[in-house]
């Protein structure tokens, strides 16, 4: 029977929930009296009238998560802290959070060997030093198989020069980056109607575009000319990366700006050519439309299923999570009579790729 491996499965640890409930600023846990307790994680959506989503024990107890995965049929979970890391902390909290979360990772995956591994997070309001000996830290964690990040890195984003002893640090310890939006666009590309439409923009498009300028500006400002080896997981199957990148090739290539200022020179790699030996994909785009593009575009020995646990629970109740479905359904659609290309991406590249013991 083929193993499924989960690399994109959320928790939020005790002590990170204990912060979020002392908070009054987005993120945070309120108690509402008509509909109980809500994570306000997103930016504005204290604002909004859906005020956030529902939370509850499957964002921090480690039994529901081992429940989820037993009734659907996933041997081992890659957890990582969900979103908004710890963006939001001042360094000196956010250098001390992510020792203290990393340990508590590190701890719920020794009490489930085999079942659960995590991806550390780091302390990145902090300088590029002290996220640099977080780094060396986490290397020594026997259960961490690399680092998930949002898309601002320092403040500025993920093209910043200064995170370039960041990204050589991951490159040494072999700690992949699981690179995770947040932040979406800018509210006023919503509209003036988008409250209306719930969650939808914001999460259907707004993550997947910042996911993918986030990477096209660590492409187009030479991280990966410079960390030839530096490895990056995509959440979402890469945002649109996959459909874009001719389009971004081609702009590329048409920029008179850029052939002036020397930066088409031979050292400039193709985008191809990163998406084929730096670039990880998830499998969480719900069809094999999108997972046919991100096949095409890194070849399926890089794609790793995932599920996104425990965001977007069934609203009516169901024990089998649609959201879950959809993702190995696109799997099984992709690949039809081929199995062994399938359990692949169920799970066997995610246990040759991060090196797990299940
Ligand atoms: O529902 C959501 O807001 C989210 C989120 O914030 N992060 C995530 O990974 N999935 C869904």
Known sequence: MAKI???HSHVYTPSYIALLRTRKEVPFIRTFADIGDRLIILPGEDESPSRGRPVGPSYWDINEK???MD????????????????????PAEATEQARLINGELDQLCSQHAGRLYAFAVLPLSATASAIEAEIQHISSLKHMRGVIMGTTGLGSGLDDPLLDIVYAALEKHELPIFLHPHYGLPSAVYGPRADKYGHVLSLALGFPLETTIAVTRMYLSGVFDRSKTLQVLLAHSGGTLPFLAGRIESCLEHDGYLLKEGKLNEEKRALWDVLRKNIYLDAVIYSEVGLQAAVAASGAERIMFGTDHPFFPPLRGEEEWLSARLNRDAIKNAFG???TTANNVLGD????????HT
């Open 5 to 7: 491996v989960d690399v």
């Open 349 to 356: 590249n995610a246990i040759r790729i991060l090196k797990l």
């Open 337 to 339: 009579s081929d199995n």
């Open 66 to 68: 081992l429940a989820f």
């Open 71 to 90: 009734s659907h049929s996933i041997s081992t979970s890659v957890i990582s802290l969900a979103n908004p890391w710890l963006d939001f902390l001042a």
